[in-house]
Structure formats: structure tokens, C-alpha cells
């Protein structure tokens, strides 16, 4: 017990260099930079120096499955790790003590395959790293403004949800760091100030102006949604479509309960045109009375929008979460007060060719 | 001596002048310069891009004069310019002779570049904004303050990766890059879904 040293303690470190090398073609096959980093980081398993090991339950995700074994991109990275050059820059690097200098040939590979696997911001982080980033978006945009010119919508919105994905954010804090996402926050700007008139409500503008505001907020990019602005509003339209699309694969799933708040609204209207009928002389009958032990509680709208109920909700609660569940659907609601609560509902222009693309209305 | 030492804002170019010029030109070279800028904006249709150009004008021509306009704050921030131009020189000679010390010579490097562009692009511009003289002759506000605040941090920021991307690797090793395939990689990606 106390008093006797134990011997073990005091063996180097054993790695075996395939776990090593398989867990470097893991990293680059998935298209992970932040496991790439951490392999080569002070605490990294591979490091002998490190108390951290390979055969922890906890590293097992570093370690590629049988499947993935027999994944092409993962034997090319394996291939590319395994090369006499690779794995002496990764053994001097493991045992020099300072910061590793990641081999770029690596990275590279990383970052097409973030790309491939739609991993954008481990992608721009790779290719900043290797200062291509500015560049490969723009050849991504060239590429997806070729298509556009020949009429494939889709390559064409693939080109540009790829370049808006390898964005930077170089006023992040501390550092610099790929964009991300973030919906909640811009459908609140676009829906900062509360409408006065129809033409405030943002579904209700004019069609080209509409689809310019639109695409900037889908592509989280209004500058780069600038080089839309001269395509037809035909175009423009069924880029819109094949965005939202695949930003948000639910999109259908919206459309159902879009329709219903849609029906809730025409019946609210409904009942308020009868209360003030009857306010201004008329009288109340039988159907009145339904109506009202039916209930009227307008915040039925935006729950049938969300498909939720957020207690006590505010109308920005509601329109954060629906713009992060669905981006697009924020373009079509606007901000109402009735009586004294202020709250989202449904609104569209029936005769917007943007909400007949968009299944809003039956064409 | 560095390329061009650009990146490292240069107060004098900004208003035209030498590193000799004396208090009393960079007085009258800000004034006559201010008051073009302001009748040109009072000119100008003002969209988003020209409100951050005037904006960043303004603000520069501002701390030019708060910097330039005596010889203690002018005298320090050339020296702090000369040093941080030098400290670029000698880390990119220690990594052409791999040396072992170019580390320690990067990390005070950049730890200098940050507080520079911090103090000189971002704070002594906005601090310019509360001065007498700017305020009178630029017509300096809150709402510019307001504004400024976010274009100053994209403009700091902006200078610092200019810098940032003329240095040597230091993360990873020099890449190799062949901009067609590249092209032919991106390609292929948007191919795939087709």
C-alpha cells in the first residue's frame, strides 16, 4: 500500500501507429478539421507525452467502424495518411513541443470532403487555414452563375448554398470564424418594425423587391444574393423554390399547418366583421352564439403555424422559433395587434407567382 | 523591409502629408479635407455601401488629427508603426532561417498587430468622435458613433487579415494549389446532385 511505488506508472506510452493512422484518415474522411486539430493538440491520444489514449471509451468515436472501412474516401485517405511523407510529418510534428503545423495536403482533402458532405463551416475553416477560402467561393459562385445562365435552377442553388456556407465571420470574438446560420436573429431585423399599412407587411411587397429581401435572408448573404437582382423574377422565383427546399426539407410539412392558420385567420376576420355588425345595430342570433362558446383566441394562428404552443408566447417567440424550425415561413407572416396582444399571423399575396411556387396557394 | 507595410494604417497618407509635417499643416490639410468630404456627402444619394465609405472617411480623417496634432501622441504612434513593421521583418527572417525562437517572435507579433489595429483603427477612431476639434468640423454624432462602431470592427478586422494573408504559413505547411482543379473539384460537387 502506501510506501511502494508502482512500477507501470513509469513505461512510455505505447501507441500502435495503425490506430494513429486510421484515426488521421478518419478525421479527413468525415471531413472533421476540429478532430483533425485535436489529434495533432497538446492532449491529442496520438501524442505519447499525452495521458490520453486511443483505447478509452471515450476516443471511440475517433476510430473508424468496420463500414466506414470499406468506404472509398475513406481508403483514400487512409492511402493519402499512410504515404512515407504524410506520416513522417505527423511523427515529427506528435513529438516536436510546440504547435503542429497541419500538412496541408490534409487539410485540403478535408475540406472537398466537408464540402461533399455539406460540413460547410468545418469546410471554410479548412480552406482559411490554407487562405483558398475567398477563392473557392468565388469559382463556386462563377460555377453556380453558369448554370443559372443555362436554366439548371438546382446546380445553380447547390453553387450558391455551398459559397454561402464557406462564409466568414471576421468580426467574430476572439477570433475570426466560419458563419453560421442564424434565422432567429434576421427574421427579428426583418420583422423590427411593426406595420402601419398593408404595403409595411413584408409578404405584401412588390414582387422583385420581395424576392431581393427573400433570397438575401435564405442565403444569409445579401451581398452575394446581390448577384441574383438581374435574373428574371421567373428565375429568381424558382431559385427561391429550389432554396427553400433545401434549406428545409419539412417545407411540406409547414404547408399543412400554413393552411390552417391560414383558415383560422379568414375565420377570425370573419367574426370580427359579424361583432361589429351586430355592435353597429344588428342583432345576435344563434350562430353568434356558437361562434362565441367556440372561443376566439387569436393566438390559435401562430400556434397552428408553429404546430406548438409556447406558454405565454410572445409574437417574437414565435416568430424566433418558426424561423428556426422553418426559415422561409417567416417571409410570409407579419405582425398583428389585436386587442391589446400583439401577435404573427399568415399573410400572403394571392396573386404572388413567389407564394404559388412555393405551394402557398393552389395554383 | 515589408511589402509595402500595408495593412499598418499610415495617418499621414490619409491626409496627404509627410512624416515631417509639422501640427499647424495636419490642422489645415484635416480642415480643408473635412470640409470637401462633408459637402460631397451633402451632395451624395447615401446608400448602405456609400454610408459605410463616408463613414470610414470620416472617422480616419478624425483620428489623423487626434493622432497627428501633437508631437507626444504622433511621436508614439509612428515608433509603435516603425516597431511593428520591424517585428514583421524579423519574424519573417527567423522562418526563412528556421530559427527556433520565430515562435516566440510570432506570438509577439501578432499580440502587437492586435493592439494596434485595436487602438488606432477602432478605439482612437471612435475616441475621435468625442474630441472638440472633430466634433466641430466633421459635425460627429451619436448616430455616427452608433454606426461606426460595427464598420470600425469589420474595418479592423479587414486590415488584419490583409496582413494576416501575406505572412507565412504558419498552421500549416505551404499549399500547393492548383486553382483549375480546384475548379474542376467544385464542378464536379455541384455534378453530384444533378
Known amino acids: ?363 | 523591409m515589408s511589402e509595402v507595410n500595408t495593412g499598418y494604417i499610415d495617418f499621414f497618407s490619409i491626409l496627404g502629408l509627410d512624416e515631417n509635417a509639422r501640427p499647424g499643416d495636419v490642422r489645415k490639410v484635416y480642415r480643408k479635407r473635412m470640409k470637401a468630404l462633408v459637402s460631397e456627402i451633402a451632395r451624395a444619394e447615401i446608400t448602405e455601401q456609400s454610408r459605410v465609405r463616408y463613414l470610414l472617411d470620416m472617422a480616419q480623417l478624425n483620428a489623423a488629427l487626434l493622432v497627428l496634432r501633437e508631437s507626444g501622441p504622433r511621436d508614439e504612434y509612428w515608433n509603435e508603426r516603425k516597431a511593428l513593421i520591424a517585428l514583421e521583418d524579423k519574424w519573417r527572417e527567423a522562418v526563412d532561417a528556421s530559427d527556433d525562437g520565430a515562435e516566440m517572435v510570432r506570438r509577439e507579433y501578432i499580440g502587437r498587430l492586435q493592439s494596434f489595429l485595436s487602438r488606432y483603427c477602432e478605439e482612437l477612431m471612435l475616441a475621435a468622435g468625442q474630441d472638440k476639434e472633430c466634433v466641430e468640423h466633421s459635425h460627429w454624432d451619436n448616430a455616427h458613433t452608433r454606426h461606426a462602431s460595427r464598420i470600425l470592427r469589420f474595418y479592423r478586422n479587414d486590415l488584419h487579415q490583409k496582413i494576416l494573408e501575406r505572412l507565412p504559413y504558419v498552421e500549416v505547411t505551404p499549399p500547393e494549389i492548383d486553382f483549375e482543379e480546384r475548379r474542376r473539384f467544385i464542378a464536379g460537387v455541384l455534378a453530384e446532385g444533378s
Open chain 1, 1 to 363: 500500500m502506501f510506501g511502494k511505488k508502482r512500477n507501470n506508472d513509469t513505461h512510455e506510452k505505447q501507441i500502435d501507429p495503425e490506430l494513429i493512422t486510421k484515426a488521421f484518415a478518419k478525421a479527413i474522411a468525415d471531413g472533421d478539421i476540429v478532430n483533425l486539430k485535436f489529434l495533432f493538440g497538446p492532449f491529442s491520444p496520438a501524442r505519447k507525452t499525452s495521458p490520453e489514449r486511443f483505447e478509452t471509451e471515450k476516443y471511440s468515436y475517433m476510430i473508424a467502424v468496420d463500414d466506414q472501412e470499406n468506404d472509398p474516401v475513406f481508403a483514400d485517405a487512409l492511402r493519402m495518411v499512410g504515404s512515407p511523407e504524410i506520416q513522417k510529418h505527423i511523427e515529427t510534428e506528435l513529438a516536436a513541443n510546440r504547435p503542429a503545423q497541419l500538412p496541408s495536403e490534409l487539410v485540403l482533402a478535408l475540406g472537398d470532403n466537408a464540402v461533399r458532405l455539406k460540413k460547410y463551416t468545418s469546410a471554410a475553416q479548412a480552406y482559411e487555414l490554407l487562405r483558398i477560402r475567398a477563392r473557392m467561393q468565388e469559382q463556386t459562385l462563377e460555377l453556380a452563375d453558369e448554370a443559372l445562365d443555362v436554366g439548371d435552377i438546382k446546380k445553380a442553388a447547390r453553387g450558391y448554398v455551398i459559397a454561402t456556407g464557406l462564409e466568414y465571420d471576421y468580426a467574430a470574438f476572439p477570433e475570426p470564424l466560419p458563419k453560421t446560420p442564424n434565422y432567429q436573429m434576421n427574421a427579428l431585423i426583418l420583422h423590427g418594425e411593426y406595420p402601419l399599412s398593408p404595403e409595411d407587411c413584408l409578404p405584401l411587397r412588390e414582387t422583385s423587391a420581395f424576392l431581393q429581401i427573400a433570397l438575401g435572408y435564405i442565403l444569409l448573404n445579401n451581398e452575394i444574393a446581390a448577384r441574383l437582382e438581374k435574373r428574371s423574377i421567373e428565375t429568381r422565383t424558382e431559385f427561391l423554390r429550389e432554396l427553400v427546399r433545401m434549406r428545409d426539407p419539412g417545407w411540406d410539412g409547414f404547408l399543412a399547418r400554413y393552411r390552417e392558420a391560414i383558415k383560422l385567420r379568414h375565420e377570425f376576420a370573419e367574426r370580427i366583421r359579424r361583432a361589429n355588425a351586430i355592435e353597429s345595430g344588428g342583432e345576435s342570433d344563434l350562430e353568434n352564439e356558437i361562434d362565441k362558446s367556440q372561443g376566439e383566441d387569436p393566438v390559435e394562428m401562430p400556434r397552428a403555424l408553429l404546430g406548438r404552443t409556447i406558454d405565454n408566447g410572445t409574437w417574437w417567440q414565435y416568430l424566433k422559433e418558426l424561423a428556426y424550425t422553418h426559415p422561409a415561413a417567416i417571409l410570409f407572416t407579419t405582425r398583428q395587434l389585436i386587442g391589446g396582444d400583439e401577435i404573427i399571423v399568415p399573410l400572403h399575396n394571392d396573386e404572388s407567382p413567389v407564394a404559388k411556387a412555393l405551394g402557398l396557394v393552389s395554383e
